[in-house]
């Protein structure tokens, strides 16, 4: 059994050495000093050092030899570059075969979400074989042989129970929720909350600040997702909340990351400049907040996030303009 995976950064990498216990995997990457230094060391020391790579991955810079026998596709490519790299694997994935997104994020331009970018590239392809991947999936961790757990959602149950088993492992729990647009949704506006609760740990805050940021921005998501489609329930699952947790508390995290920088005052421009990888919610955070504006959702954390990242709000005054909204009973507006 063979796999392709489009993008050899860290999550891709890790995804690609989990699949390896149970399939052979071609590793797509555009750059060819990796892809000869993977196939040569056994290792992506440029985005997890230390950490040894199966046999049989095999990284490549060619899409036809990456993809050619795979039963799968799943494309580990940030939001921002995503469409551009499928437009250029387009003309040799087949429309049947099965393609996963793994970017946490929302198209800028497009307002899409990554399933809906794909099946906006890949014409004719089987939209029930479009899916997503999603959870609180910090790669070093998983790396390290620490348990976790991810969702992946499709709508064909048999070909996405064929991809659980494939990327599952002892230590890996890869549960199915055919709930696609929640997945994705609450994937990529916890990226925005993480900012927050990052600013929140930069200002000198604690565990009670962090809480109520991410509870409240649990809410925000959720509302948004109802809006768009999505079950409620998605949010309190593992594409939700259990990503929230991890990813508001981690300094693994690069969208706490930055967050976190800019809380001790330091500019966006400054912060992303010295980033190999962006993190996804410095532009997601515009994606996010066109579709709240859009649908009449009222986001009041993702907004004060917007008017840091893109007017150059402070993060003081952004928290103090939260502060001084008018308190309301806790579950209004939450779906």
Not at 36 to 42: L, S, V
Not at 87 to 99: M, N
Request: proline share 4%; with cysteine.
């Amino acid at each position: 059994m063979r796999l392709a995976v489009i993008g050899a950064g860290s999550w891709g990498t890790a995804i690609a050495r989990l699949a390896s216990a149970n399939a052979s995997v071609g590793l797509w990457t555009r750059r060819a000093e990796l892809a000869e230094a993977i196939n040569a060391d056994g290792e992506n020391a440029e985005y997890l050092p230390g950490v040894r790579l199966s046999d049989h991955i095999t990284a490549t810079t060619e899409f036809t030899r990456a993809v050619n026998g795979a039963v799968a596709v799943l494309v580990a490519v940030p939001s921002h570059g995503y469409r551009d790299v499928l437009e250029k694997a387009s003309g040799i994935i087949p429309t049947s075969i099965p393609v996963v997104s793994l970017a946490k994020g929302i198209e800028v331009s497009t307002c899409l979400r990554m399933s809906e970018v794909t099946l906006d590239v890949l014409d004719g392809h089987d939209p029930s074989r479009v899916g997503a991947l999603s959870g609180p999936n910090l790669s070093e961790e998983i790396m390290d042989g620490q348990p976790a757990a991810t969702v992946l959602s499709m709508a064909d149950r048999t070909v996405g129970r064929e991809i659980q088993s494939i990327l599952g492992t002892p230590r890996f729990r890869v549960y199915t929720n055919p709930d696609l647009i929640g997945v994705e949704v609450a994937g990529a506006t916890k990226n925005v909350i993480a900012l927050a609760a990052g600013m929140s740990r930069g200002l000198g805050f604690g565990m009670n600040t962090m809480a109520g940021l991410a509870t409240r921005g649990l809410a925000e998501m959720t509302r948004l997702g109802v809006v768009l489609g999505a079950e409620a329930l998605t949010f309190g699952g593992l594409a939700g909340v259990g990503d929230l947790m991890a990813t508001c508390g981690s300094p693994s995290s690069r969208n706490y990351r930055v967050g976190y920088q800019l809380g001790k005052g330091r500019k966006i421009d400054e912060i992303t400049s010295r980033m190999k990888t962006i993190a996804e919610a410095v532009r997601t955070t515009e994606a996010v907040l066109q579709l709240a504006s859009r649908h009449g959702v009222e986001m009041p954390i993702a907004e004060a996030v917007g008017r840091i990242l893109y007017q150059g709000e402070t993060v003081q005054e952004a928290m103090k303009r939260l502060l001084d909204r008018e308190p309301r009973q806790e579950g209004d507006g939450i779906a």
